[in-house]
Structure formats: structure tokens, C-alpha cells
């Protein structure tokens, strides 16, 4: 059974090396256990046991280290900043098509279910990709 725990440990290596998110690492480590236990003990169930109770206990482990190497932060854009905002056609919007308009000194494409002109203002509902979604501005 050692063979088949060694074939288990290479493909999770490889499932890791693929993949760098450390999606099976934790087995891989379980793996090691199964063979380790394969001196032991010829109970498939104790080696499978064993398997899982390492590979769990890898994770929780781990999980302090990897959260404190692992790049959590999210980097501020200026993407959102325009949502709500006022802007100005640039390009006309026609029924189903795409314009431009300016916001904050930044020219976007945009669409709208109505047709504005060039110089009107508009109000930014939201962000779909990287085309705005406008409406004419109420005043």
C-alpha cells in the first residue's frame, strides 16, 4: 500500500505545483502520514485515518502562517469613486449604443436605454466591466 500512497503524494505535489494556491498541500503532507503508517500497520482504514487526521491537522496548522504570508489587502483603485457621480457626454449615447463621457478628467465609455447628447450631464448608476452605465442627470 506504501506504492499507492507515494503515487497519492506525487500527484498532490503536482496538483500543488499546478495550481500555487495551496489547494492540496495538506494532503500531500497526509500522504507522507499514509506511507509513514504503511510501516506500522497493513489496515487500509488505520492508514486512511491516519491520512485524514494529518492532512486536517497540516491545515489548521498551517493556516496561522499561510493567512500572514498571503496578500489580503485589497489595493485601493479609483475605480468605484465614480459611481453617483456627475459626468459629461462627450460622445453622443444613442438608443443601444456606446458613447463617452467625462468624469473626473477621465474620458469612459458609456451606455444608456436612452439617447443623450453631446454636452448634457449625466449621473453614473454603476460599473459594468469597464463601460459606465448613465441617465440623464434630474435637476
Known sequence: MAFE???SFI???IIEALTVNLVTIWFAVGALAGIISCLFTDSIIIQAVV???VSV?????TQPIVRKFRKTSITPTNFDRVIGK???VTKKIGLNEYGEVKVFGNVWTAYSNEEIEVGKRVKILSIEGVKLIVEKEEK
Open 57 to 61: 491537522l497540516s491545515l489548521f496548522l
Open 5 to 7: 500512497w507515494f503515487i
Open 51 to 53: 491520512f485524514v487526521i
Open 86 to 88: 456627475i459626468g459629461v
Open 11 to 13: 500527484v498532490f505535489l
